[in-house]
């Protein structure tokens, strides 16, 4: 049986008064100074690594999108998502705006694993909402959200212009 994707799920929340918070990255990254002496990478190898990252940067867009209401909502998602991904984050923000919804807080987005299958890699990650929510402008009152950790398996692709696309995001159990 398959799980409902978690924009999917967002986009029905939101056109029943429910809208679960955006995710972003953590706010700590490493610094050269702290980061390890590793080998270089195989092609294979670095790509998925590159497949993990778009995953991470996906929600740090996702995030700029749905708390700044001049961020714009095509061209920052665009270069991040495609297909089913793209058109149901491009509605939820809609919908969002539309309603006055925005964003507060980080979310924390922790890589659980990714594989390669075929042209496509795997990656599956745990996303915590925990330090965000979700805010009626109009009310000032918070917006009630699914739980606040959550996994969700995404496939990333590299169409034809060479970008890395998150094309689906299947929401798993809690994590």
């Known amino acids: 049986m398959t799980k409902p994707t978690l924009l999917g799920t ?3 929340l939101v056109l029943t008064g429910c809208t679960p918070s955006p ?3 953590p706010s ?9 002496s590793t080998p270089s990478l195989s092609a294979d190898q670095q790509a998925l690594e590159d497949a993990k990252a778009r995953v991470v940067e996906m929600w740090q867009v996702v995030d700029k999108v749905l708390s700044d209401k001049n961020v714009p909502i095509t061209s920052s ?17 809609g919908v969002n705006r539309s309603r006055g ?10 890589i659980k694993g990714a594989v390669t299958q ?3 890699w795997i990656v599956t990650a745990c996303v915590d909402r ?9 009310t ?6 699914p739980p606040p950790r959550l996994m969700h398996t995404y496939t990333v692709q590299r169409p034809a212009d060479g970008y890395l696309r998150i094309v689906t995001d299947k929401l798993g159990d809690t994590c």
């Open 77 to 93: 998602l665009a270069p991040i998502l495609g297909d089913q991904a793209l058109d149901t984050a491009q509605t939820t923000a």
């Open 10 to 12: 967002i986009a029905v």
């Open 28 to 36: 700590a990254s490493p610094t050269p100074s702290n980061i390890a």
């Open 140 to 145: 000032g009152k918070p917006v009630q959200v």
């Open 101 to 110: 919804i925005v964003s507060t807080g980080s979310t924390i987005v922790e």
């Open 23 to 25: 995710t972003s990255t």
């Open 118 to 120: 075929g042209t496509s």
């Open 130 to 138: 925990s330090g965000t929510s979700m805010v009626d402008t109009k």
